[in-house]
Every structure is written in structure tokens, then in C-alpha cells.
């Protein structure tokens, strides 16, 4: 779970490989339209995986999810669109952390046991510097 930058919202993923949004603001009579929502990720064909991690853009409030499957994804929540898919890694996205400025990505990459104990690459760790359309939020 991780709250959004601003502090109006959380984003809480799930092993069911789905991510909910919700508002704090819902609470009160005028929550400004926004209403609490789900959407699924990390997928692929009939298979699911859960989602490890989740990391705010710092200064644009997007964020990205990383899953069981090796890919990290970036969203626009409050518009509720997909902006980009990294390329796959070779295991497990375990933690992720946007520098200060959002324009670089740390990726733990890590086998979290998901299929029990088995051969697995080795952890690593990644510094991906993300380009400008990989985080800004889409335009309505």
C-alpha cells in the first residue's frame, strides 16, 4: 500500500494482481466526483500475479506497479490509463523507489517465492532512468 503523494488517496495492490485506488476524501459529502475504483494487472493469458510493489512519481503523482511476472507498469490513476510497460525482467519485481526528482526508477528484482523453492535467477538491482512520457499523466 502507498499513499499518494498529495496524502487525498492510497493505492493498495493485491496478490489477486489487482490494484485499488481509493480516495480519502470519499468520506466527506463532496468527494469532487472521484470515486474509489480497481483494476486489474500483471497478467498474462489466464495466469495472474500478485503485486509486490508500488512507487509514486514524486512530482506527478502517477505511479508504478511492479508484479510476479517481471514487468513494471506506469500509471495515470486519477485518469485511470495505462502510460507504459518496462521492458520484463528476468525474475520477480519485488520494491521499487522513484528518486527525488521522478526522473530516475530503483527496481529490486528479486524471486519471492511465488512457485515455492525452486531454481531462480539472482536478486539485482536496477536504476532506470525513465523518460518524461513514461510518467507524465495523460491529457483528458
Same mark, same amino acid.
Given at each position: 500500500? @502507498?499513499?499518494?503523494?498529495? *496524502?487525498? *488517496?492510497?493505492a493498495?495492490?493485491? +496478490?489477486?494482481g @489487482?490494484?485499488?485506488?481509493e480516495?480519502?476524501? !470519499?468520506i @466527506?459529502t463532496?468527494s *469532487?466526483?472521484?470515486?474509489k475504483? #480497481?483494476?486489474? %494487472?500483471?497478467?498474462?493469458?489466464?495466469?495472474?500475479? $500478485?503485486?509486490? #510493489?508500488?512507487a509514486?512519481?514524486p512530482?506527478?503523482?502517477?505511479?508504478?506497479t511492479?508484479? %510476479?511476472d517481471?514487468? +513494471?507498469?506506469?500509471w495515470? *490513476?486519477l485518469? &485511470?490509463? &495505462?502510460?507504459?510497460?518496462? $521492458? &520484463?525482467? #528476468?525474475?520477480s519485481?519485488?520494491? =521499487? #523507489?522513484f528518486?527525488?526528482?521522478?526522473?530516475?526508477l530503483?527496481?529490486a528484482a528479486?524471486?519471492?517465492? !511465488?512457485?515455492?523453492?525452486r !531454481?531462480?535467477?539472482r536478486? !539485482?538491482?536496477? =536504476?532506470r532512468d525513465m523518460?518524461?512520457?513514461? %510518467? @507524465?499523466?495523460k491529457?483528458k
Open positions: 500500500v @502507498r499513499c499518494f503523494p498529495d *496524502g487525498r *488517496g492510497l493498495l495492490g493485491s +496478490v489477486e @489487482r490494484v485499488a485506488i480516495f480519502l476524501d !470519499e @466527506r463532496d *469532487g466526483g472521484k470515486k475504483y #480497481a483494476f486489474k %494487472c500483471h497478467r498474462s493469458g489466464d495466469t495472474v500475479y $500478485p503485486v509486490n #510493489a508500488i509514486f512519481h512530482l506527478y503523482g502517477t505511479f508504478a511492479g508484479g %510476479c517481471g514487468t +513494471v507498469t506506469t495515470d *490513476g485518469n &485511470k490509463k &495505462k502510460l507504459s510497460t518496462l $521492458p &520484463k525482467f #528476468a525474475t519485481v519485488a520494491a =521499487m #523507489a528518486s527525488p526528482d521522478g526522473t530516475r530503483a527496481i528479486s524471486y519471492t517465492f !511465488e512457485e515455492g523453492e !531454481e531462480h535467477p536478486d !539485482e538491482i536496477y =536504476m523518460l518524461d512520457s513514461e %510518467c @507524465r499523466p491529457t
